[in-house]
C-alpha cells in the first residue's frame, strides 16, 4: 500500500523571490539550493521541490518535468493552531482570497505564492 505523497513539486520563475515567500514568511526549512535550477524545503516529514521550469524541463539524468499554470496544494496544521496561521498570513500582507467552512466544520483558507499558484492552509482532520 503506498502510505503518502512524499514530494509536491512546483515550478517556478525566481528562487529568491521563491525563498522569500517560502522560507523567510512561511518559515519552510531549506534542504538545498542550485542557483538557476531549484530550492527543497522540509514541509513536515514531507518535501516541497521547487524547480526554474527550464532546469526541470531539460534534464538529462532523471526524466524530464515540467508544468504551467496555476498549481494547488495545501498545507495541514492543527485546528488550534489554524487562527494563528491565518493571523500570520494577513500580518505578512499576503492576501487571502478564499476561506471555506468545510461540511465537518473544519476550515481553509486560500491564498497565493509568488508565482500564483494556489496555496491552502487546512485543519487537521478535513480529510478524516
Known sequence: ?????KETCLY??????????????LELPIISRKEDAFIF???????????????????ENLP???????IHF??????????MWKNKIENLQIKITHEQEWKNGL????FEDPDGHVLEIVSAGIWD
Open 41 to 59: 524545503f522540509r514541509v513536515g516529514t514531507d518535501v516541497l521541490l521547487c524547480f526554474i521550469n527550464e532546469y526541470a524541463k531539460n534534464q
Open 74 to 83: 495545501a498545507f495541514e496544521v492543527k485546528v488550534e493552531d489554524y487562527q
Open 12 to 25: 517556478v520563475t525566481n528562487l529568491d523571490k521563491t525563498q522569500e515567500f517560502y522560507h523567510n514568511k
Open 107 to 110: 476550515l481553509s483558507f486560500y
Open 64 to 70: 524530464p518535468h515540467f508544468a504551467t499554470g496555476k
Open 1 to 5: 500500500m503506498i502510505q503518502k505523497i
